[in-house]
């Protein structure tokens, strides 16, 4: 029973420590993220482009992936409102930015809709100013030496020289209160004031020279009066037409607002910026991120170690599309390959047929490859996304994709791989890769891909983590 009671006692005591521990800290607030994720098109100059478009993908809200093409559509979806302003980045970082003039929903020939766009201005980045640089002095610091007799020193209050102790930092002895040194003339001292017979006030020698210097006659001195009502309203009207005085004109007001016919200059209207139509060879893409809070940027980019680091990488990621395309169901046979005629050779009197050599399966040229690396979050493993195709049309021309990533023993892993050909991209389109971006704010970037087939697009976030790629949004087709 004492064991028992015991038991209850500090169990009692343990339920009521975590209510005081709980008063000790403040708990925040957990933060609230709206951010949208869009894909930034253009072809031509990016500064210029001759056409460009911002399709929107994914809008994080309420702690959930929404579709940003047709979130609150009232009408226009809330990620293509007129003043969002978009961060164009490669890797994480900004590399300018889009300023939304309008969105517009692209109809199809048949009356669906083919999905919204937004359209606006491109603006770069503000050109770092570089500081001064900085030169050594031409004229070098001179040490004077302490043997000048003229340099202030410490003395006795009768004037006599301060002992051999004393010098140079040494205590000196006290000056008496009362005491004065009659040789220095430079010497500061105290004077009583003495009234003024003719004006009754007091004058010391500080005021006499001052008013010897300055004499009430002089013409430049500044005087204070009050103006006539005349002089002040001529003065408020003086200040009124030059816009110079205190109370300038509103007219002459920088930032005053001005209601005037027709459209703001600046602005863009729908003819003056051109569109995007369709999805022509010369096409250019960018990771389009808006948020509403400023944010630190985060490097995503793996930059190599040297060459030798990438070309190791770049034919384990090879060999790993290779056998992909070797696996790939309807895949045209190889050119075939002259049978070799077994050789006779001569042993010990005896004529024995040596077996032809098999062929080995014939290498698949890549072209268009690009390897890419990225950290897609801090400490985390290395990924890398490979792309590729291979010569011919239709079902000869093959599209392969593969994401790889780093395990505790730096081996490479395949994460995603997909293979398919200019025939059959209804059936499985062709998997291509946008860039690595932060959706949720999170610190952790994922994959964006764009999903192309015969005659629509999709785009989709994948997440990699310990080699596994799992597929966390995907947005609504388009033509």
């Known amino acids: 029973m004492k064991n028992l009671w015991l038991g209850v006692m500090l169990s009692s005591m343990v339920a009521a420590v975590p209510s005081a521990w709980g008063q000790m800290h403040k708990v925040a607030k957990p933060q609230q993220v709206v951010r949208a994720v869009g894909v930034y098109e253009w072809t031509g100059d990016m500064a ?40 164009l980045e490669k890797a994480g970082i900004s590399d300018g930015q889009i300023d939304l003039e309008y969105a517009r929903k692209l109809q199809t020939a048949d009356g ?84 003024d017979a003719d004006t009754g006030t007091t004058t010391t020698a500080s005021t006499a020279s001052a008013n010897e210097n300055n004499p009430e006659d002089d013409p430049d001195r500044p005087t204070l009066k009050r103006r006539t009502p005349a002089e002040a309203k001529k003065a408020k009207d003086e200040a009124q037409s030059s816009g110079t005085g205190a109370v300038e004109s509103l007219n002459n007001d920088p930032d005053r607002p001005n209601l005037h016919y027709g459209r703001p200059a600046g602005s863009l209207t729908e003819t003056e910026l051109p569109k995007l139509v369709g999805t022509p060879p010369n096409l250019q893409q960018m990771v389009a991120v808006s948020d509403a809070v400023d944010r630190d940027p985060h490097d995503f980019s793996r930059p190599w170690a040297d060459a030798a680091e990438r070309a190791s990488v770049l034919a384990k990621m090879e060999a790993m599309a290779q056998a992909k395309l070797t696996q790939y169901g309807g895949a045209t046979a190889p050119a075939a390959v002259p049978a070799v005629a077994p050789k006779k050779m001569a042993v010990h ?131």
Request: aromatic share 8%.
């Open 48 to 87: 210029k482009p001759t056409a460009s478009r911002l399709i929107p993908v994914s809008l994080y809200v309420n702690g959930s992936l929404q579709d940003a093409g047709v979130y609150m559509s009232q009408p226009v979806p809330f990620a293509l409102e007129t003043g969002n302003v978009y961060e």
């Open 112 to 195: 669906d809709g083919g999905g919204w766009f937004g359209y606006g201005r491109f603006k770069g980045l503000a050109p770092v100013k570089k500081a001064p640089a900085l030169h050594a002095s031409k004229t070098l610091p001179v040490i004077v030496g302490s043997k000048d007799d003229s340099r202030p020193h410490f003395g006795k209050a009768d004037g006599t020289a301060a002992p051999a102790g004393t010098k140079d930092g040494g205590a000196a002895a006290k000056p008496d209160a009362g005491s004065t040194t009659a040789d220095d003339s430079d010497r500061p001292t105290m004077i009583r004031r003495k009234a």
């Open 349 to 479: 009197g005896r004529v024995r047929h040596k077996a032809a050599a098999t062929p080995a399966t014939p290498v698949v040229v890549f072209l268009d490859e690009q390897l890419k690396g990225y950290t897609l979050s801090y400490g985390g493993a290395a990924t890398y996304i490979f792309m590729a195709h291979t010569a011919g049309t239709g079902a000869t021309l093959r599209y392969v994709t593969v994401v790889a990533q780093a395990d505790d023993l730096g081996e490479l892993k395949p994460a995603l791989q997909t293979v398919t050909d200019a025939a059959h991209l209804d059936r499985t389109p062709e998997m291509k890769f946008v860039d690595v971006v932060d959706a949720d704010a999170s610190n952790r970037a994922s994959l964006l891909f764009e999903l192309r087939a015969q005659n629509s697009r999709q785009f989709v976030l994948y997440r990699v983590i310990a080699s596994e790629a799992q597929l966390i949004f995907a947005g609504g087709s388009m033509q």
